[in-house]
């Protein structure tokens, strides 16, 4: 009977989805890659040098390593073959040949634009900046590499010119100098890169001094008559090195262009050419303090030396902090305590992050893939734990990806989100072993593993695997999927088979390893499984599978959804005593093992049960149960008839709130039984009191379209439902997330428009007598659907919180569906409200039906006629599966064959539970409900 509320210090998992869908959408400004190599260079390189920085023999050894290993899981994953480093070089080197283009769009799709070291490799092997720009939604940039151009003037001097000595020295330096004004004022230069750290360290001396420029020109002589400059190609000696690094810091210094462009420094993690005892950037204090005006770039965190970075970047305005190329050259578990060290006191206004992508596309497609991986993980992690708002969350990421470097650099680019951007998965894990691994991090090692699913008559079965089995499948790359008879959808509460199906043949039950979830009990963790052929298709019958097919028909039609439950249920206590009982006083008397709790006063809203110690730890224990789940309750109170609560919890994407629903059901029994309690959703348990619903609340939103980028690639069904989900949590009106803070902090369209949301809820009311088929499937639905009780009564209607109406309006696209109860398959009852809603939105109908003020028993005949109040909702299972058989369009969307073969069921149902008495029927139904 409540609406969606959040007042809590803590983020919900809305809000906590929606930090990490900015992550998955940020557009990355690259602020530091390479070019990629030519295509008959590409075999110059060896691709195991994608995820290290070992060269020579050494890089044999690579892998072993805890990187290497990860990024195999990964391409693997993405290029869909076999878990091993062999088969990805043979997967890649298809895609180079059948389509080049497409695979480095996919590696470098997310990415706005790249600011291009072009220094580290020779026009021969590189593709030239311009080539780039076809993989980017905005032209890329140059960074101009000091010691390369300087290396480069020597030998173009000595070419041009037999002079040596002072006057080959002067004519260097006038020319390094012109070359560097020229760069400060080209447009499509954004700064300078120093690898100083690589030829004589970062301990740079103090210039200029008289005593420094007379070291170096005598150095400069010796170079000149020892070696042949004409051939010349590193700069190795240490006073020339430190003079070109403070020539270039000055004349940013003092060029007359604001912003300034910045000054980039290797740092840290580099390859055996390292001076590693000098590559901390702690050695730059001094350079830093004798240029405050030069913004200087620390690149790659440091790393190792990642807090002494993110310390200088703290305390000088003008220092800032990359923590580029640990993605993905160190561990999963290095680069979230790196990414953890850097915010320890760097502010994230001072931080970027890039690639470092260099000669394979492949390096810029782990780095994106590793780097929205361990932000989500610990960013998150910080969201839930209040370390952090979640909407400064969102606003660190668009710092740290995009608007740090787009203000650094001076770069006119407008933010836009890439909501359904082309391209591999990106800020998701890629296999389910990693899925499963990030699950089970600071968790105790569980004893079993629960696969579920909800069959025809709401009943919540699974099959349990021992933990190790799993591991081990899991480790080997195999899929735990478990034989299940093709019988599954054809059974009653009490396995008794439909007469024309027979327990031959099987499916496959493959199990969704993103909906994993901890318990219900202590040992277990559990997660959905969804029905397949032995060939891989889709099962028709499977309930989850139809509820895909629903988000993505609505995806297909521009919309996206958020869903969410009040669970009401009734607590008995569990004895041999009668049954019976309500606010009223009325017995019913029964051989149950069950029996109501002591009225004391009971009433809707009331706080005398609260005072019941064993009723108050109980349900105490119920909602700290489910947010050690992650399920964060929203509202706890007491319901109207004798012992019946009611739990709201938070909206979801639709499949992930079904999941919820059934396993938070499954937490609250397994504690109540624990407790000596039973819990029933029995929609009807006492003649006179109120029933017991499941009400659904749903939220839509438009989903915006995206420019496409310059190259295409194919974009499945599957990436257009995350679209979907991903806009339904910006954008759709809840009261957990209200509109204004969604429009603020996730810069997404706002709320869809009057005509857009009521013709959906048009839809939903046109095929409201068929949908019931699916959301009131018992005939103790219809004991509790009646006038004046508070159930949305009889009639097929609507109304502004008005809850005497099967559909109650709340606030703009969030509406309430009231005909609904826990016997319910939830994924089938939310699939047929999704179809029907679709449906009446993609045809635009009309809301015929007048916003109804009162009961709608109590209207008058005219009243009626004049808010379109025609319809009664079905008297019976038997009126609604009639109602569903003749509405084709909702037949038509749910699947024929799962219509034919759902109505068998439950009328096969109807006729099993008609031979049982009331009372025997009650008792049936509270024992399994």
């Not at 968790?443 to 079965?461: L, S």
């Amino acid at each position: 009977m409540a609406s969606w509320v959040g007042m809590r210090a803590t983020a919900t998992p809305a809000q906590v989805e929606a930090v990490a869908r900015a992550i998955r959408t940020t557009p990355i400004i690259d602020h530091h890659a390479h070019p990629l190599l030519k295509t008959d260079a590409v075999a110059k390189k060896p691709l195991l040098a994608i995820t290290t920085e070992a060269t020579g023999d050494a890089i044999d050894s690579a892998t072993s390593s805890l990187s290497h290993l990860r990024a195999v899981r990964q391409l693997a994953s993405v290029l869909g073959c076999g878990y091993s480093w062999e088969a990805v070089v043979a997967a890649i080197e298809e895609r180079r040949l059948e389509a080049p283009e497409d695979w480095t769009a996919d590696c470098l799709a997310g990415i706005e634009t790249l600011l291009l070291d072009d220094g580290l490799d020779s026009e021969d092997d590189a593709n030239p900046l311009s080539w780039h720009d076809d993989y980017t939604r905005t032209k890329c940039k140059r960074i101009v590499r000091i010691e390369k151009l300087a290396a480069d003037l020597i030998r173009r001097i000595a070419n041009k010119s037999t002079r040596k000595g002072e006057s080959f020295f002067d004519e260097w330096l006038r020319e390094f100098d012109a070359e560097i004004r020229k760069a400060i004022d080209d447009p499509d230069v954004a700064g300078f890169k120093s690898v100083i750290g690589y030829r004589t360290g970062l301990d740079i001396t103090d210039w200029p001094s008289e005593v420094s420029e007379t070291h170096a020109r005598a150095d400069f002589r010796d170079l000149v008559e020892t070696s042949n400059p004409k051939t010349f190609n590193r700069l190795q000696t240490k006073s020339l090195n430190d003079l070109i690094v403070h020539r270039t810091a000055r004349l940013i210094r003092d060029s007359p262009s604001r912003p300034k462009k910045p000054l980039q420094f290797h740092t840290g993690l580099g390859d055996n050419d390292l001076v590693l005892a000098k590559s901390s950037p702690s050695h730059l204090q001094p350079f830093i303090r004798l240029y405050p005006t030069v913004p200087i770039v620390l690149l790659h965190a440091g790393y190792p030396f990642t807090r002494e970075t993110g310390y200088l970047a703290s305390v000088y305005e003008n220092v800032y902090a990359d923590i580029g190329e640990v993605f993905p050259f160190v561990s999963q578990d290095g680069q979230e305590r790196m990414l953890r060290e850097i915010l320890e006191v760097c502010p994230w206004t001072k931080i970027l992050w890039s690639t470092d992508g260099h000669w394979f596309p492949e390096t810029y497609l782990l780095a994106i893939i590793q780097m929205r991986e361990v932000f989500e993980t610990v960013l998150c992690d910080y969201v839930r734990k209040g370390h952090i708002g979640w909407q400064a969350a969102i606003d660190l990421v668009r710092d740290i990806l995009f608007k740090n470097a787009r203000k650094l650099y001076n770069l006119d680019i407008e933010f836009t989100e890439l909501v359904d951007e082309p391209g591999p998965p990106a800020g998701s894990y890629q296999t389910d072993a990693e899925l499963l691994q990030a699950f089970l991090r600071d968790q105790p090692t569980p004893d079993f593993v629960r696969i579920f699913w909800n069959d025809f008559t709401a009943t919540q079965r699974m099959r349990m695997i021992p933990f190790r089995k799993l591991m081990s499948l899991v480790n080997d790359g195999l899929s735990p999927d478990i034989g299940i008879t093709s019988a599954v959808f054809a059974l009653l509460q009490n396995d008794r088979l439909l007469p024309n199906v027979f327990p031959t043949g099987e499916y496959r039950l493959h199990p969704d390893f993103s909906s994993l979830k901890k318990g219900p009990i202590d040992g277990h963790i559990s997660m959905a499984g969804e029905f397949r052929e032995q060939s891989g298709a889709q099962v028709p019958y499977c309930p989850r599978s139809v509820l895909h097919r629903a988000v993505e028909y609505g995806a297909q039609n521009n919309l996206s959804f958020l869903v969410g439950f009040e669970i009401e249920f009734l607590l008995l206590e569990r004895d041999a005593t009668p049954l019976g009982g309500n606010s009223e006083g009325s017995k019913m008397v029964s051989p149950s093992q069950y029996s109501t709790l002591a009225t004391d006063g009971h009433a809707w809203s009331v706080a005398r049960y609260f005072s019941n110690p064993r009723v108050a730890t109980l349900l105490r224990d119920m909602v700290s149960a489910l947010a050690d789940t992650g399920i964060y309750v929203e509202q706890l109170h007491a319901e109207s008839a004798t012992g019946q609560f009611e739990l709201i919890l938070p909206p979801y994407p639709p499949v992930e709130a079904a999941d919820t629903l059934l396993h938070a059901r499954d937490i609250m029994s397994a504690l109540a039984a624990a407790a000596g309690f039973k819990i029933s959703l029995h929609p009807k348990p006492f003649p006179n009191a109120c029933g017991t619903a499941s009400h659904m609340h749903i939220s839509l939103a438009p989903i915006r379209p995206v420019p496409a980028p310059r190259r295409k690639s194919s974009v499945s069904a599957s990436a257009a439902v995350a679209a979907a989900v991903a806009a339904a949590k910006d954008a759709a009106t809840t009261t957990t997330i209200p509109e204004t803070a969604v429009e603020t902090a996730v810069e997404t369209t706002a709320v869809p428009p009057s005509e857009a949301h009521t013709s959906f809820y048009a839809g939903v009311l046109k095929h409201l007598r068929a949908v019931a088929a699916f959301t009131l499937p018992s005939p103790a639905s219809y004991d509790r659907c009646s006038d004046g009780t508070w159930s949305g009564g009889r009639w097929v209607a609507w109304g502004t919180q008005n809850r005497e109406t099967a559909l109650r309006k709340i606030e703009g696209s969030h509406w309430e569906v009231r005909c609904f109860d826990g016997l319910a398959n939830p994924y089938l009852a939310i699939a047929a409200v999704l179809f029907a809603g679709v449906k009446g939105y993609a045809d635009g109908e009309p809301l015929v039906w007048g916003d109804c003020e009162i009961d709608p028993a109590k209207l008058t005949e005219n009243d009626r006629a004049e808010l379109g109040v025609t319809q009664m909702l079905p008297g019976s299972v038997a009126d609604a599966l009639e109602a569903l058989k003749k509405d084709e369009e909702l037949v038509e969307l749910m699947g024929p064959e799962l219509v034919e073969r759902y109505a068998a069921v439950k009328e096969m149902e109807v006729q099993f539970l008609g031979e049982m008495g009331h009372e025997e029927r009650r008792r049936w139904l509270m024992e399994r409900y």
